[in-house]
């Protein structure tokens, strides 16, 4: 599989601090060209993706170091920073420091330790929806001609892991195909219901033939619920979801669907996926709405399938990107599918991005 992007090596702080802060705009947000016929609400996308293009998407107050060796209390107290979580089969470890002005020198104080391999930043990603909340048709299941796929289905059930927001476990059209959910961003806590995950579950399993709302693209599977949220917005951590991935390893899943992104190379993702896959799990993650040919991650790394998103006219949508990291494209402008509303509570809607293209493909 041609991901078109070389492997990261590591190199020393200083070049990852700098490297960090120099990432040109264009990684984040997609260049426009005016003189292209786009739609009100592909310049209303365009404007968010500019608005935000030099907010780097990095975390103030921790980071993540790889060691041979685990330390002990009295090295990270010595370092000046805290352990928040380690994982023992990975060899990372997210660390935290008490003021962010201290980050850079903390960072420092652990490279100099013989036990760590390398010291970096903590890159946050971002689920990679973008809502247009409008009629209700299902077109990706004619599109797809699902009526016949599901014909062929087999009786076995199959784990599909959905690796983002909390899902809403009392919605009508998830209760029957929900197993029991885990929250990666705070194991101490229940996962918190959002209306991403639950969007993107109702996509590949939303229950066919109750008389409620649509229906999945998969007709038999159980969803592995994994929360990687935890109720606090639109970032999340890479140690999360990278700890999400190990749990849907652990816990039976043979797909994995990850509807977020990184638009740079996430080392502790990478090495969980390359876990996932020499289990024989199928993995599948959405390309990203920059409209242009960055390529982001998870879905660029080697032996993930990478899906852009398409309209009901089978044209490639205006906010998706595209090139060659993007594996294949499937319906994803305009889907109707399950949502968690907090006010409606359990509803329905159209949502739009590379996150709802993603789990056609995974289911």
């Known amino acids: 599989m041609n991901k078109g992007i070389k492997k990261m090596t ?48 990095i975390s103030e107050n921790t980071f993540i170091i790889k060691y041979n060796k685990a330390l002990t ?76 796929a599901h014909k062929l289905a087999g009786k076995n059930k199959v784990t599909v892991a959905v690796i983002d927001t909390g899902v809403d476990t009392n919605h009508p059209d998830l209760k029957n195909v929900l197993l ?90 990478e090495e969980a996926v390359k876990i996932a896959i020499e289990k024989g799990v199928v993995v599948v993650a959405a390309a990203g709405n920059d409209f242009s040919d960055h390529a982001n991650f998870p879905a660029s790394f080697e032996g993930v399938i990478s899906v852009g998103a398409v309209n009901s006219k089978s044209e490639l949508a205006y906010f998706s990107s595209y090139g060659p990291s993007v594996d294949l494209v499937a319906p994803g402008e305009e889907v109707y599918s399950t949502v968690y509303d907090y006010e409606k509570k359990s509803s329905f809607v159209k949502f739009s991005g590379t996150s709802m293209a993603s789990p056609v493909v995974a289911g």
Do not use: C
């Open 180 to 269: 029991p959910g885990y929250n990666a961003a705070n194991p101490a806590n229940q996962p918190i219901a959002d209306a991403h995950g639950t969007h993107v579950t109702g996509i590949i399993a939303a229950e066919k033939g109750n008389g409620i709302g649509g229906h999945g693209i998969a007709s038999n599977v159980n969803i592995l619920p994994i929360d990687v949220g935890d109720g606090t917005g639109d970032v999340v951590s890479e140690f999360s979801v990278a700890e999400g991935i190990l749990y849907a390893v652990d816990n039976g899943a043979k797909v994995i669907n990850m509807s977020l992104r990184w638009p740079y190379h996430t080392p502790v993702i």
């Open 73 to 148: 209390s009295g090295e990270h107290k010595a370092a000046g920073g805290t352990l928040i979580r380690q994982n023992a089969k990975l060899q990372y470890a997210e660390i935290k420091v008490s003021n962010k002005k201290n980050l850079g020198k903390v960072m420092k104080a652990y490279q100099k330790l013989g036990k760590v391999e390398t010291v970096r930043p903590s890159f946050l990603g971002e689920f990679t929806s973008l809502i247009d909340p409008k009629a209700s048709e299902q077109y990706q299941l004619d599109l797809l001609n699902i009526a016949q």
């Open 10 to 57: 590591a190199f020393g702080l200083s070049s990852l601090l700098a490297a960090s802060i120099s990432l040109p705009s264009s990684s984040i947000a997609s260049e426009y060209n005016s003189s292209q016929t786009v739609s009100a609400a592909a310049q209303e996308i365009h404007k968010q993706l500019s608005e935000k293009k030099d907010k780097l998407p």
